[in-house]
DNA sequence: CGGCTGGCGTCGT
DNA sequence: TACGACGCCAGCC
């Protein structure tokens, strides 16, 4: 299975409402350091729409990147009812998930 | 709080 | 097939 399947699967495991990390989805793939690499992958993305790309924030609390837009990442995020605040999760604790 | 460096899979040459 | 550059970060300074 390639690294980008797993990852994709992964991240199908986080419910709506709740968020996780690109380091966090990277370790639970088996990578130690490959933040970068998921977001890489993410971008790449051979299942638009399918998977939910906007539940992956960056673990400083911002929301990072997307290929549809900051904005619209955004605001999907606001939909499914996660708090953010200048560009930045208020409560990432609270909204994180646990694989 | 801002900036620089580390580290790893993919894509292109 | 092999090598180098790049990218929706993370962590330390």
Known sequence: MNLQQKIYKKLLEV?????TTYGDLAKAVGLKNGQRVVGQIMNKNPHPVIIP????????????GYAYGEHVKTRML?????????????N????????
Request: some cysteine.
């Open 15 to 19: 419910p709506k409402g709740q968020i």
């Open 92 to 99: 990432l604790k609270d909204t994180l998930y646990r694989f």
């Open 53 to 64: 790309c906007h539940r992956v924030v960056m673990s400083t609390g911002k929301i990072g």
């Open 78 to 90: 606001n939909d499914e009812g996660i708090q953010i605040e200048n560009g930045k999760i208020v």
